[in-house]
């Protein structure tokens, strides 16, 4: 079984930034796909960036150019840097794995997801 713990969440002040991290352990092989999710209160859960095995990346429109993720596979780790953080980017952030390493913007894309850490910008 493979299991995901998120760490790095808390309450910080419009402008600020906070640095998440995930980590993976479990039965994984080589080549998966890691993804961060959120969810804010009242709305549907939202892919916000996903990272492949070789260090490809996307990132939803809201958080290009403030949010970056990167990855170690060595400490099976993801990580989730946000900058510049607003009110709106107050949720439920989540990492999901997905061992066939494709991905993507679903969240029922991902075999494997944590069980989330609290976001949360005062404006």
């Known amino acids: 079984q493979v299991r995901l713990v998120e760490s790095g969440g808390g309450l910080v002040q419009a402008g600020g930034s906070l640095r998440l991290s995930c980590a993976a352990s479990?039965?994984?092989?080589?080549?998966?796909?890691m993804g961060w999710f959120r969810q804010a209160p009242g709305k549907e859960r939202e892919s916000v960036t996903f990272?492949?095995?070789?260090?490809?990346?996307y990132y939803a429109d809201s958080v290009k150019g403030r949010f970056t993720v990167s990855r170690d596979n060595a400490k099976r780790s993801v990580y989730l840097q946000m900058n510049s953080l607003k009110p709106e980017d107050t949720a439920v952030y989540y990492c999901?794995?997905?061992?066939?390493?494709?991905?993507?913007?679903?969240?029922?894309?991902?075999?494997?997801r944590g069980q989330g850490t609290q976001v949360t910008v005062s404006s």
């Open positions: 479990g039965r994984i092989f080589s080549g998966y796909g």
């Open positions: 999901a794995l997905d061992p066939l390493g494709r991905g993507g913007v679903s969240w029922y894309g991902y075999e494997y």
């Open positions: 990272i492949s095995w070789s260090g490809e990346t």
